[in-house]
């Protein structure tokens, strides 16, 4: 192999300053998207190994708009950094160098590789949009409606997207004597109808409080 090609070689696997800058921005629109979205991604996460994050999830909601704003200028970085025309550009990047060296594997890979972080972003911050679309809104029990069955509404604080709903309706319709469940994420009531010989309204609403990040109060009865 020449002198030559083995230069072209180190050229290839070399990362400019510029392209290490770009992935950085990636990464961090990327993990910024993800926090922006942590009221739903983080607790679906957490779920998986076991744990609890809704309350974690709740707290870092009220930075939304922040890490949105994050997200928004460090993809903006990326662009710039992928898409800006060198000051001196005498050569053509798509045909090499005078040297006939390929163009950089980097700079080849940087176009796709910021499309790519672009749809993650898009993804993760629309995620609370997107899982609250499949949010089940109602649910119902294991006891059966009857004469008896009566039904109180629950004034649920804590909320942070629509998708919080699922997790609530799935606590209360798992509660022995609970026929029916409902939850409008827009007012924050829950409708239960639930059979009195078995579980009261009171602990229904202990159900939810019992549930990291929730609180409930009995409305009516």
Same mark, same amino acid.
Not at 149 to 175: F, P, R, W, Y
Not at 181 to 205: C, H, K, N, R, W
């Given at each position: 192999?020449?002198?030559?090609?083995?230069? &072209?070689?180190?050229?290839?696997?070399?990362?400019?300053?510029?392209?290490? =800058?770009? +992935?950085?921005?990636?990464? $961090?629109?990327?993990? !910024?998207?993800?926090?922006?979205?942590?009221?739903?991604?983080? #607790?679906?996460?957490?779920? *998986?190994?076991? *744990?609890?994050?809704?309350?974690?999830? !709740?707290?870092?909601?009220?930075?939304?708009?922040?890490?949105?704003?994050?997200?928004?200028?460090?993809?903006?970085?990326?662009?710039?950094?992928?898409? +800006?025309?060198?000051?001196?550009?005498?050569?053509? =990047?798509?045909?090499?160098?005078?040297?006939?060296?390929? =163009?950089?594997?980097? +700079? +080849? !890979?940087?176009? #796709?590789?910021?499309?790519?972080?672009?749809?993650?972003?898009?993804?993760?911050?629309?995620?609370?949009?997107?899982?609250?679309?499949?949010?089940?809104?109602?649910?119902?029990?294991?006891?059966?409606?009857?004469?008896?069955?009566?039904?109180?509404?629950?004034?649920?604080?804590?909320? /942070? &997207?629509?998708?919080?709903? /699922?997790?609530? *309706?799935?606590?209360?319709?798992?509660?022995? $004597?609970?026929?029916?469940?409902?939850?409008?994420?827009?007012?924050?009531?829950?409708?239960?109808?639930?059979?009195?010989?078995?579980?009261?309204?009171?602990?229904?609403?202990?159900?939810? @409080? =019992?549930?990291? $990040?929730?609180?409930?109060?009995?409305? @009516?009865?």
């Amino acid at each position: 192999m020449s002198n030559s090609n083995a230069n &072209c070689t180190l050229e290839q696997n070399v990362d400019t300053p510029k392209t290490k =800058a770009a +992935r950085a921005t990636m990464a $961090g629109a990327i993990v !910024a998207a993800i926090a922006a979205s942590s009221c739903c991604v983080l #607790p679906a996460i957490l779920a *998986v190994l076991g *744990v609890s994050g809704l309350g974690v999830a !709740a707290a870092l909601e009220a930075y939304r708009p922040l890490f949105l704003g994050v997200t928004a200028l460090l993809l903006g970085i990326g662009f710039y950094l992928v898409y +800006r025309k060198p000051k001196t550009a005498t050569i053509d =990047a798509s045909e090499g160098d005078a040297c006939g060296c390929p =163009a950089p594997r980097t +700079r +080849r !890979a940087g176009k #796709p590789m910021l499309w790519l972080a672009t749809l993650a972003v898009l993804f993760f911050a629309s995620y609370p949009h997107i899982a609250g679309a499949f949010a089940q809104t109602e649910k119902s029990g294991d006891t059966a409606l009857t004469a008896a069955s009566k039904q109180v509404s629950l004034n649920v604080e804590g909320m /942070t &997207c629509e998708s919080c709903v /699922t997790h609530i *309706v799935t606590a209360l319709t798992d509660t022995p $004597g609970v026929v029916k469940a409902s939850i409008a994420f827009s007012d924050g009531l829950a409708s239960v109808t639930y059979d009195p010989t078995q579980v009261e309204p009171e602990a229904l609403a202990q159900v939810v @409080s =019992a549930l990291d $990040g929730y609180t409930a109060t009995v409305v @009516s009865l």
